[in-house]
C-alpha cells in the first residue's frame, strides 16, 4: 500500500486550491501533527501521521476547504498528545480547533448505552453537527481510513469497529449523499462481519462483469452514437452495485440474475432538458420494463440526489438500469454535502437544515422531544434504521423510516392528507391508518372533508416526529 506523504496532499490540494497562503498553513498542520505524534505508531507498523495524512486526503479528493484539512491534520492530537485546544487556536484558529474540538468529542459518542450522560451528550453533539458540518465529513473519513486499515487489529475490535460503521457511519454518509464512500463503507462492513458471503459475492461480481463485458460495450457505442446522432453533448460510464447492495438483495430474496440493477449505465448530459430527451430517445430505442421508471428529478431524495432511472431490455434481453443525469447532478450523487459546502460555502446552518432534510429531521425531533435517553431512542428510530420506500397512487416515493405506518406517509404527503385521511388503501386493498407499510408498497389515502381531524391515538402509531407534531398541533387548538 502506498502511504500519503505531505508532497502528494498538496498536490491534489492544488488541483482545486492554490491559494498560497492555504498551502502554507496545510503544510504547517502537517509539520505540527508530525512533531506532535513524534514516536507513536499505528497498528500497521506504519509512523501515525500516515493516518491524519490519509484522513486529510481523503477529504482533499472531495475537494474541500484549506480549514478543513487542516483540522483532519490536526484531528488526533487533542485526544493522543499533549497539543490543547487553546494552542491550535493560537497557531491556527479558533474555527480549527472548534472543528478538532468536535472530531475528538465525536468520537465518543455510544449509540448504544442508556445511560443518562452518554445521552446529553451524544444529543449536544448531534445538535452540534447542524453547526458545523463539516466535523462529521472529517469523521466519516477518519472511519473510512481506520476501516481501510482493519487488517491490523484484532477480530473482536473488527467487529466492533465493523458495527458501529454500519450502524452510525453508513446512515450519515447517506444522508450527506457521499456516496462513494458510503459503499465503501458497506463493503468494508460486510467484509468483517462475514469475511466468507463476502468473498463469494465479490466473485460473483466479477463474474457477472466478465459475462456481461460484450453487451455493454456494444450498449456504451450504441447510445453513444444516437445521442451524437442528436448532437447531445454527453458521456457514458457504467458501474456495478456494491458487494454489500448485492448482499443486501439476496438476504431480501432475489436471484442475482433477477437484479435489475446489478449493472447500471449513467449517461451524463448538459441540462435537464436534455435528460429528458435523452431517456425519450432510449426508450424509443429499447424497451423499458414497465413499472421501473423512477424520476428523480422531479423527485430528488432526502440527500438531494437526483437522476432518472429506468430499466431497458438491452441487446440479448440483458436487463440494464440507465441513470441519466446532468453533471452537476453527477457530484451531487458522488460527493453530495461536500460538493453542496463547495459551491456554497457561506451557507447559514439554517439554510442547510431547509436543504438537507436529514439536519431538518434532527432539529425538528429537537425541538420536540426534552428527555435526553428519549431524544436518542428517537434519533435512532427515525434516522439511523434502514429506510423503505413507498409509492403514491401517482408514482411518486415517500422515503420512510422502518416501521412506519400509514399515517406517517399520509403525513409526510401533507398535513392535510393526515388531518382529513378517512381510510387508506394500500396495494389496491383497504386497509387501516395504523397497518405498518413495508418497502414498495402502494399507498393512496381517501380522505374526508367531513372527517373531525386525526384520531388522537394515532401519535403512539406512528413513528416520525413530523407525524406526532401534527398530530399534537391539531389537538392544541381545542386547547
Ligand atoms: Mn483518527
Redesign the pocket.
Known sequence: MNSITIDILLENVKKYNNNHNDLEMINRAFECAQKMHAGQLRQSGEEYIV??LS?AFILSELQLDCETIVAALL??TL??TNLTKDEISHSFNPHVAMMVDG?TKI?KINFNTKEEANATNTRKLLIGLIEEVRIILIKIA??L??MRTLEYKKREKQIEISNETKDLYVPLAYYLGLYRIKSELEDLYLKYSNPSIYTMLSNKAIEFEHNIQNTLNYMLEDIDTLLNEQDVPHFIKSRTKNVYGIYKRIKSGKKINEMHDLLALKIVVDDIKDCYYTLGMIHNKYKPINNNFKDYIAQPKINMYQSLHTTIFGVDDHLIQTQIRTKEMDLTANNGMAYYLKNNPDKSSLELQREFQFFNSLSKINNSISDDIEFVEQVKKELFSENIYVYTSKGDIIELPVGSTVIDFAYKMSEEVGNYMSVPKINGQYGSPSDILKNKDIVSILTDNTSFGPNIEWIDECVTTGAKDAIKRFYKQFK
Request: no cysteine.
Open positions: 493516518h491524519p484522513v484531528h488526533d485526544e493522543d472530531v468520537g477518519d472511519r481510513h481506520n
